[in-house]
């Protein structure tokens, strides 16, 4: 897949530049062309005569070149890329990326490529957990930058813990899957997918609702247009934008996704029902602000409609996907809800699991049908969507 593509490795300042030669080798090998762009710190880990040497291509550092004042242009570099590879990108870097600032040829290009950008971090342990790095990578990768995940081990520092960059094997296959051609195996096919959290107004000012950040169901919306399909994303409120070939339809309520949901269902192959829906409603929304007074307040609930459950029972030959976010006894809340609502398969996710369920950009899923269930690690928010795309195509393939 890498052959013929071209690849910009970018190199920052951070102990684990040495692997960036072997991470070189293995692109060239791959048949990649590699062009090289280090930040000034760079050079001191690891020469521009190795890098020169293995990329077989002069390595680019300066914004011009002081000797015949020729300019290297971050904007060409930017055109030339079919993917931008940082590897190691060290905390410096990922923060002036996050923040636009442009100080060095690494990072102009980082802001004029339009190609797909791919971070490898590394660093201390203590500085990846930061608060502040961990912001930053997250709101990287809101803008679509994919972030290699390092691993836990042994440190230059001599700790241990998360931290080292991925090995570059590891990094080379990351970008081989990223610039595979997705095959549009589901074009034609049309699919609703619903995201985020539901609002239940108590009055103009207050409501119920649930930390759903609509991440998972985006990536699912972008993961199945990205495969060809006609897409249908009904969302709660969310700040995240949409998904590129993507329908988006934005409610607040559980009645007006419902509508949105059930309007559309006859024309539509399949459904993904990932939002957070609210299972209860005020049974009325006062129409001015609810004064306080001494007393304690009764707000009387009464119950929303069960879109999924509605949608399966007269799904007929339509692929219904279903999730389930549990907190206790989870496979056997699943495995009813599968059963009750007719899912073909359901994703269990459970706020017991580290890094799973609401926010975060990661998830830790089980599918669960009618044959069994299949756990899967700790993924991206993305990655899990890719395998719910790759389950739902061996589904209409049966
Ligand atoms: O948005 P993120 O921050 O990325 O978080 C993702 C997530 C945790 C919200 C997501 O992974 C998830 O688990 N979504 C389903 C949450 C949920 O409400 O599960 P449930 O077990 O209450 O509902 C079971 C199924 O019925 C779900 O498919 C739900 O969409 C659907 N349902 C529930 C109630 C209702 N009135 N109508 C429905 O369609």
Redesign the pocket.
Known sequence: MLKGKHILLGITGSIAAYKAAVLCRLLKTAGADVQVVMTPLAKQFITPLTMATLSKNPILVEFFNPENGAWNSHVALGEWADCYLIAPATANTLAKMAHGIADNLLLTTYLSSRAPVVVAPAMDLDMFAHATTQRNLSELRQTGVHVIEPEDGELASGLSGKGRMAEPSQIVAFVDALLEEKKKNLQGKRFIV???ATIEAIDPVRFISN???????YAIAGELAERGADVLLVTGRTALPTPTGVTRCDILS?EEMHRAVVEAFDSADGAV???????YTPEHCADRKLKKNDDDLVIRLRR??????ELGSRKGDRILV?????TDDEEAHARE?LER?HFDFI?L?SLRDTGA???GDT?KVTFIDAAGSEALPLLS?REVARRIADKIEGLIQK
Do not use: P, Q, W, Y
């Not at 929303?304 to 459950?309: F, L, R, V």
């Not at 279903?322 to 549990?326: H, K, N, V």
């Open positions: 619903t995201a985020g930390h759903s950040s609509g991440k998972m169901g559980a029902m990932c939002a957070a829906v609210a299972d929303t409609k069960d879109i999924a459950a279903g999730f389930a976010l549990e809800k609502k994703v996710n369920g609401f926010r998830n928010k």
